[in-house]
Nanobody, 126 residues
Framework: VQLQAYGGGLVQAGGSLNLSCAVS????????IGWFRQAPGKEREGVSC????????YYASSVKGRFTISRDNAKNTVYLQMDSVKPEDTAVYSC????????????????????WGQGTLVTVSS
């Protein structure tokens, strides 16, 4: 089982970036996928999550209205479209897979996730 996040890079404040999470070793529609980020000196934070069916999407209040999560089960890939980025969005972004039916009170808890991928660095310049 592998997850690989990619698409990070340097972007100016107000710009956009599209992250991808490619999964292998399992069928994507069996898992909910979450995006997390960790900035230097800060705790890991849940950014967004999309449920197995894609029917529910959750966002951290800090990114709501700016980030959009989506999935393409045929391509075994989950995307995180980041618009209107801010310097405080600078972090290492990772994706993770959960076999649970995540809800609003659980999706951002890392302990509900079974598999994690390596992160990709996003740097937003002011």
């Amino acid at each position: 089982v592998q997850l690989q996040a990619y698409g990070g890079g340097l972007v100016q404040a107000g710009g956009s970036l599209n992250l991808s999470c490619a999964v292998s070793g399992f069928t994507l529609d069996s898992y909910s996928i979450g995006w997390f980020r960790q900035a230097p000196g800060k705790e890991r934070e849940g950014v967004s999550c999309i449920t197995r069916s894609g029917g529910r999407k959750y966002y951290a209040s800090s990114v709501k209205g700016r980030f959009t999560i989506s999935r393409d089960n045929a391509k075994n890939t989950v995307y995180l479209q980041m618009d209107s980025v801010k310097p405080e969005d600078t972090a290492v972004y990772s994706c993770a897979a959960s076999r649970f039916s995540l809800i609003a009170s659980s999706w951002s808890n890392p302990s509900y996730y079974d598999f994690w991928g390596q992160g990709t660095l996003v740097t937003v310049s002011s």
